[in-house]
């Protein structure tokens, strides 16, 4: 994660490094709203704070963990002022908006879309931040401003939360009756996820 | 002196993993499963090309020459 690739005497502006953390933003902030034009929107509010604010940036630290951090303040103030939850009609998942409990043995990727989508933007967070973008809870902890067992237990709870939407019980045995298709299907996105 | 080179004696280990330790396996496996699903709800997001208002919000703000 922090890639220290800087050659000798360069002195690379932050500012062109940017771009480079777009995709990256941009995917945390769907996955925080779960609407790509709000989370445009949300991604541009980002660049406009981070560029007013590049001079408390320290170099030589994490930027795309600065930038996410913007991001995600950004996005719990606009919350608290609007005080709305934002409504999805053309949502990145507004067609599956029901799970069925998974009991034929394995997680359907849409249903755990629209599990996912139920969940807190908080929980959506957390499991983000340390479950898919690689941070080290470190990382997330300070991100969001609280303590590394904070981000644990969060991200425990998270994931507790997401196998009750999958109809899931914590201990079950999620792998009886899985076919050998499902299992191929599932062992490759294992491979390509890695 | 050479000691600690000598193979560590493993039984305990084996019988150990025989143990009846499913529910803790499978409740591994659901943990997996999930993450395997949260990186890819992640990388749906992440492959999506980036919108070219972000261009140029760079570039504007570029020219402005904020914070310079």
């Known amino acids: ?194 | 002196m050479a000691q600690s080179t000598e193979p560590k004696a493993s039984p305990d280990k084996a019988t150990a993993k025989g143990g009846d330790n499913t529910k803790g396996k499978s409740r591994k496996e659901l943990q997996q499963q999930i993450d395997e699903n949260l990186r890819r709800v992640y990388e749906e997001a992440l492959v999506q090309e980036v919108p070219d208002r972000f261009a140029m919000l760079l570039d504007q703000l570029r020219q402005k020459g904020t914070g310079k």
């Open chain 1, 1 to 194: 994660m922090t890639q220290t690739s800087k050659a000798p005497g360069e002195h690379r502006d932050p500012r062109d490094e940017l771009p480079e953390h777009l995709p990256a933003l941009r995917a945390f902030a769907i996955s925080l709203t779960r609407n790509v034009a709000v989370a445009d929107d949300l991604v541009q509010d980002t660049i406009v704070k981070a560029w007013t604010n590049f001079d408390k940036f320290t170099e030589g630290t994490n930027l795309r963990a600065w930038l996410f951090t913007i991001l995600r303040n950004t996005f719990y103030s606009d919350k608290r002022k609007h005080r709305r939850e934002v409504p999805d009609p053309e949502g990145v998942h507004a067609a599956s908006l029901f799970v069925k409990p998974a009991h034929d043995g394995h997680l359907a990727f849409s249903d755990f879309s629209a599990a996912f989508d139920q969940l807190s933007p908080e929980h959506r967070e957390v499991l983000i931040l340390v479950g898919a973008s690689g941070f080290a809870y470190e990382d997330a902890a300070q991100m969001m401003g609280v303590a590394v067992g904070t981000v644990k237990s969060r991200a425990n709870r998270a994931r507790a939360r997401l196998a009750e939407l999958l109809g899931l019980e914590k201990g079950e045995e999620i792998f009886s009756g899985v076919d050998g298709q499902t299992l191929a299907v599932m062992s490759r996105s294992g491979m390509t996820a890695a």
